[in-house]
């Protein structure tokens, strides 16, 4: 029996994977957080074989959540399931430690499928996204300036662009707001821009973020 464990900050979509999961045999889910902060606690004292992982929530991330939870238990093989199609995002999530990296464009049969291929030791990458990373590597950083940031680079400015404030981000990743704020001033010294607001429209314009959504 495969153990599977959500992590997603809409309800409706955990709910909607439960079932998926539930209906298929062989498998069962464990539990569930809205939360990269929860599923890290969770994961501090139990073991779930997959963890199926948002990586655009409020607080920590997916990101910074996976870093932590393979502390915890290195056994786990976390899949991340998200928005996100474009490098960097995919490199850098297998980069720390994720054994799967889905769409939630997916089908379900290809779902379930990651889920049964990671459980087995095996990488699982979409093939969208397996396209993405191939063809990174022939790209230079000037076609995704994104590219050139630090894991922690990125997670910082995806938490600027959503609006949060330098001591909540600070209070979040448990770092003074002065190395906040000099993660800060790296990344938009790497992206050739002068504040949050031309990170938002440059974020947009490279598909990091979702302009509807804002």
């Known amino acids: 029996m495969i153990t599977v464990y959500l992590v ?45 992982m948002d990586m655009n929530m409020p607080g920590i991330g997916g990101l910074e959540a996976t870093r932590k939870i393979l502390r915890y238990d290195p056994d786990t093989r976390i899949v991340v399931l998200t928005i996100h199609t474009e490098n960097p995002f995919p490199s850098k999530v297998m980069q720390a430690g994720a054994f799967g990296y889905l769409t939630k464009g997916a089908a379900p049969d290809e779902m379930l499928n990651a889920i049964r291929t990671v459980s087995c030791g095996q990488r699982y990458l979409s093939p969208q996204i397996a396209q993405q990373v191939a063809l990174s590597s022939f790209s230079t950083d000037s076609e995704n300036p994104f590219s050139q940031l630090s894991e922690r680079e990125l997670q910082i400015m995806l938490m600027i662009t959503k609006g949060v404030r330098v001591t909540d981000i600070s209070e979040q990743l448990n770092l003074s707001s002065k190395t906040v704020n000099s993660y800060r001033y790296r990344l938009f010294s790497k992206l050739n821009i002068s504040g949050d607001v031309e990170l938002t429209h440059l974020a947009i314009r490279h598909g990091i973020l979702d302009a509807e959504k804002l």
């Open 8 to 52: 997603d900050d809409h309800e409706l979509v955990r709910t909607g994977i439960r079932r998926i999961i539930e209906d298929a045999r062989g498998m069962k889910v464990v539990g569930e957080a809205e939360s990269g902060e929860q599923a890290v606690q969770w994961a501090r004292q139990n073991h779930a074989d997959v963890m199926l």
